[in-house]
């Protein structure tokens, strides 16, 4: 258990569907992060919140909306997404928004048909 | 833009030997390199890090050694156990626009044989 929990962990959506995803940490961190993770292929940086703020949108898709409503929840809503969007969304959590000593949840495997 | 090359993608060790695993990085101005292992069904977990300020780090049976001339670091394991068998990322830290962010790589798969 690493402190940050994650739900759905499978989510199968159409591609005119609407879903969120919930992350939630319990380790006093002020720092929530998303990554996507495909197969093969580094991480890639989606979002990054520092206190609640967006300090990071890695040109990102507006189909993909994040939500902070404070430092210990994050959430990505996800509207109208396309089947190259199917991938391992995983979130994290640390301190400060230095990306040191990152702690992951187990992702949410999406798949979208 | 700033990239992490990661080798090699596959790595099968008999039980008992050592691994290593090489990532080389092209920001010059990078200076914290963690590393990750991420087992099936989890998350990546932070295994260790190393600054730019020292040469190697070990942990037990594991060990970071950075050439910050070459730009390399390498991850070492020794004395490999079927629990080692996961998918490894490097990280580098890198200034992109505004922010520091970290470039990760591909990851290597580790196969324990028994």
């Known amino acids: 258990e690493t402190g940050v929990t994650q739900t759905p962990r499978h989510l199968v959506m159409g591609m005119t569907n609407k879903k969120s995803l919930k992350c939630e940490q319990h380790?006093?961190?002020?720092?929530m992060y998303w990554y996507k993770q495909s197969a093969k292929k580094p991480l890639e940086l989606m979002f990054v919140?520092?206190?609640?703020?967006?300090?990071e949108n890695n040109s990102v898709p507006s189909r993909f909306s994040p939500e902070c409503p404070n430092s210990s929840h994050l959430f990505l809503h996800l509207h109208t997404l396309q089947p190259e969007d199917s991938a391992l969304y995983l979130c994290?959590?640390?301190?400060?928004?230095?990306?040191?000593?990152?702690?992951f949840g187990s992702g949410t495997q999406l798949s979208v048909l | 833009g700033e990239n992490v090359e990661q080798h090699p993608s596959t790595l099968s060790v008999q039980e008992g030997d050592s691994a290593v695993i090489k990532c080389t990085y092209s920001?010059?101005?990078?200076?914290?390199f963690p590393w990750y292992k991420q087992e099936l069904g989890k998350g990546p977990q932070l295994i260790i890090d190393?600054?730019?300020n020292v040469g190697e780090k070990k942990d037990q049976r594991i060990a970071v050694t950075l050439n910050k001339t070459a730009k390399h670091f390498s991850l070492h394991i020794t004395e490999t156990q079927p629990e080692d068998s996961a998918v490894y990322f490097c990280?580098?830290?890198?200034?992109?626009?505004?922010?520091?962010?970290?470039?990760w790589g591909a990851g290597t798969k580790l196969i324990i044989k028994p």
């Open positions: 994290a959590s640390s301190l400060r928004d230095q990306y040191e000593k990152l702690f």
């Open positions: 380790l006093g961190h002020n720092a």
């Open positions: 919140y520092n206190f609640k703020e967006q300090t």
């Open positions: 920001d010059s101005a990078s200076n914290y």
């Open positions: 190393i600054r730019s």
């Open positions: 990280a580098a830290s890198a200034r992109l626009r505004s922010n520091y962010q970290l470039i």
